[in-house]
């Protein structure tokens, strides 16, 4: 199974949750409106709709259309499994794994998003959540000076980015290992303030770069 590219062409989001969902989710598999529209044999102009208008209410038959057309579900287009971790489905009863060579590890983390920081503490190895961008192959991100992924400077760390797909029991995983850095270098902090792919999720001034060389990078793929 081949990842998906994510489309690169910039799209406004949709200010109604289901439009928002919806957009990101063909986005994610590189559907243009038309496409899903002929994947869920509707039309284009009511796909247009629904991401576009907040007030938009389709019936659940639509909006399992929808789910098929774009290999989700109901509750995730919805948002009803918000609060839920991934991973709740069934396994697939004819599953494979397989491992991903570096160059199909770096692609996929080149896709940006968020990874677990694994960070080696005073009281005992700790697993926060980052946003990361991915800059001349090494893993870069944003956090404030005293917080638990800041004591990654100095620090052999480890990030794990993974994609699970609920609906069809299957995903991928990438791991990297590497030693982690504060970015002090006035030049290289504002090269990564330009090519951030996104602003902290946590908001708030969160001013420290902290830079992760892969030097060891592996990943592994489920497939039905």
């Not at 990874?115 to 926060?128: C, F, R, Y």
């Not at 893993?139 to 000076?145: K, Q, S, V």
């Not at 060389?213 to 592994?220: D, I």
Request: aromatic fraction near 4%.
């Amino acid at each position: 199974m081949t990842e998906p590219t994510p489309s690169t062409t910039a799209e406004p989001l949709p200010v109604g949750d289901l439009g928002r969902r919806l957009t990101l989710r063909r986005t994610r598999l590189g559907l243009s409106r038309e496409e899903t529209a002929a994947r869920a044999g509707m039309a284009t102009s009511y796909v247009r709709y629904l991401e576009e208008q907040p007030v938009a209410a389709p019936g659940i038959g639509a909006l399992m259309r929808l789910a098929g057309a774009l290999r989700t579900t109901v509750s995730e287009l919805t948002g009803g499994d918000v609060e839920l971790p991934p991973g709740p489905g069934r396994a697939a009863r004819h599953a494979e794994f397989s491992e991903l060579t570096e160059a199909e590890c770096r692609a996929l983390l080149a896709t940006h998003g968020v990874g677990h920081l694994a960070v080696p503490t005073e009281t005992g190895p700790v697993v926060v959540p980052v946003n990361y961008t991915v800059v001349d192959g090494a893993i870069a991100f944003r956090t404030a000076p005293g917080s638990t992924p800041a004591q990654a400077a100095g620090r052999q760390v480890a990030v794990e980015v993974d994609r699970i797909d609920d609906a069809f029991s299957s995903g991928w995983s990438v791991l990297v290992r590497g030693p982690a850095r504060a970015v002090t270098d006035p030049a290289e902090v504002r090269r990564l303030d330009e090519q951030a792919y996104s602003a902290p999720w946590a908001g708030g001034p969160r001013k420290l770069w902290i830079r992760i060389e892969s030097l060891a990078v592996s990943g592994r793929r489920i497939t039905v």
